[in-house]
Every structure is written in C-alpha cells, then in structure tokens.
C-alpha cells in the first residue's frame, strides 16, 4: 500500500526522522503542518471554482 508513492518503509523512516528531528514537538510541529495542508487545499479548491466560474 503506498501514500503518495511513498511505502511503508519509507513512512517509517521519516516518521523515525521526525522524531529525531523534533522530539516533543512533533505533535505540534504535525498540527501546524495539518492547517497549512487544510489551507493549501481549500486555496486550490477555491481558484479551481474561479475557473469553472470564468469559463
């Protein structure tokens, strides 16, 4: 099974480099990451209605 053409074995290693990297702010670090992705895809979807409205 793969996530955006990422494997299971490289999900666990980056989710091994995360927690070497931030340690105890990784949950932090993952609810920032969270609403920048949340707003990236509401930004996309609002310019891909723009479109569809010019057309």
Request: aromatic share 8%.
């Amino acid at each position: 099974m793969e996530f955006l053409g990422v494997g299971p074995q490289e999900m666990i290693l980056i989710a091994f480099v995360a927690v070497l990297l931030f340690g105890e702010k990784l949950p932090e670090v993952a609810k920032t990451v969270a609403k920048v992705s949340r707003k990236l895809k509401d930004t996309v979807a609002e310019f891909q209605n723009s479109i569809r409205l010019d057309d």
